[in-house]
Nanobody, 125 residues
């Protein structure tokens, strides 16, 4: 299973950006999909996740209300719409896939077996 993230870039505070992840090698319909981020000098942290059928989504407190995760199982893609971006959202954003994870564990980084290469998001004026 390979994940390819794209869509990062430079945006001003208050702006919007959409990052996407295309998965190849297997159908994502059996996988929970997550987004994590890592800022310089910090540990990788959970941002958002979505259940295999898309019926359940969860967000970190720092992005709740501003970010929206979605998936298209027919296209084998997952996306993260980021609005009202803040400088503290600056990080490398990683998509990840977890097979068979229970929903109570969906925020846990170690539950994800497959990872994309990351895409840089920079929020700065």
């Amino acid at each position: 299973v390979q994940l390819q993230a794209s869509g990062g870039g430079l945006v001003q505070p208050g702006g919007s950006l959409r990052v996407s992840c295309v998965v190849s090698g297997d159908a994502i319909s059996g996988y929970a999909m997550g987004w994590f981020r890592q800022a310089p000098g910090k540990e990788r942290e959970f941002v958002s996740a979505i259940s295999p059928d898309g019926s359940y989504t969860i967000y970190s407190l720092s992005v709740k209300g501003r970010f929206t995760i979605s998936r298209d199982n027919a296209q084998n893609t997952v996306s993260l719409q980021m609005n009202s971006l803040k400088p503290e959202d600056t990080a490398v954003y990683y998509c990840a896939a977890a097979y068979g994870v229970i929903l109570s564990q969906i925020r846990i980084l170690q539950e994800y077996e497959y990872w994309g290469q990351g895409t840089q998001v920079t929020v700065s004026s």
